[in-house]
């Protein structure tokens, strides 16, 4: 038996040291700076350019126009296309839609992941 010399300390060692994962859900899990999650849209900042909606790899994002008398816009986005590439935000020329921590998206009807941000 080859290498269990080295298996040995190693054990030892697994005994003491502290788990790397945590108690989820119980504990919330941290999630870093920079974290790309759900997303989340200002209707006032937005100027109906419909960039984001353009640079979507995956077509997720749709802008409506709310009223025809007034530059009012929605943004939907569907949850179960969007990869969370950040593109839609980065190409927003007025910083109408911003990533945040929310990755707790799971839902079993596929019509509640189309969502007005």
Do not use: W
Request: hydrophobic share 40%; aromatic share 6%.
């Amino acid at each position: 038996m080859k290498g269990t010399g080295k298996m040995i300390p190693l054990m030892l060692r697994m005994l003491v040291k502290k788990p790397d994962t945590i108690l989820y859900p119980a504990q919330k899990a941290h999630v870093e700076e920079h974290f790309r999650g759900a997303l989340k849209f200002d209707q006032a900042l937005c100027i109906g350019c419909k960039l984001c909606m353009r640079v979507c790899p995956s077509a997720a994002i749709e802008i409506e126009r709310v009223s025809e008398t007034e530059k009012v816009f929605q943004a939907y986005v569907r949850m179960d296309r969007c990869i969370f590439c950040g593109q839609c935000v980065d190409t927003c020329p007025k910083k109408a839609l911003e990533n945040t921590e929310n990755f707790e998206l799971a839902s079993t009807d596929k019509e509640s992941l189309r969502k007005a941000i």
